[in-house]
């Protein structure tokens, strides 16, 4: 199991029309640009993060938060980690980030708290139309009445 984790193979294709080492050299610089905006940004582990020597800082958070933050960490590009502490009854969860990224984090989570804010703020679907269904049934019946006219 431990070898598979290792040993990672890489398709690399370069259409050209000769082969010198500096076309090699362009594309390998171009695979590892596009690997490394790839390989670390958003939600990974902990291991992961601690391997970029960024120092790690982090922040308690509550579990019911979770899916909707990430949106925001992507947004901003907040490399994270999450760990749960389970010494606690609820257990309680930690986000870890990188130092640097502090700023972006509490500008993440000014924006998250807004929307959190603004989300409670907003009433109900389901209150609005059980209002309006209400409204409805109080509402006078309109019945009509047909006559037929009969001509002699």
Do not use: C, W
Request: hydrophobic content about 35%.
């Amino acid at each position: 199991m431990q070898e598979e984790i290792e040993h990672k193979t890489v398709n690399f294709a370069i259409s050209t029309t000769k082969l010198s080492a500096r076309t090699l050299l362009h594309g390998m610089q171009f695979l590892l640009r596009q690997y490394d905006k790839h390989a670390s940004q958003g939600k990974q582990s902990m291991k992961r993060l601690v391997r970029q020597n960024r120092g790690v800082t982090n922040v308690e958070i509550q579990k019911t938060g979770i899916k909707d933050f990430d949106k925001y960490a992507k947004r901003y590009h907040i490399d994270y980690a999450i760990q749960k502490d389970l010494s606690y009854t609820p257990p309680h969860y930690m986000i870890y980030f990188k130092a640097q990224d502090t700023d972006a984090l509490s500008a993440a989570f000014k924006e998250y708290s807004a929307a959190v804010l603004d989300k409670t703020k907003r009433p109900s679907v389901l209150a609005k139309l059980h209002d309006l269904a209400q409204t409805v049934a109080n509402l006078p019946d309109k019945v009509r009445h047909k006559q037929e006219e009969r001509g002699l």
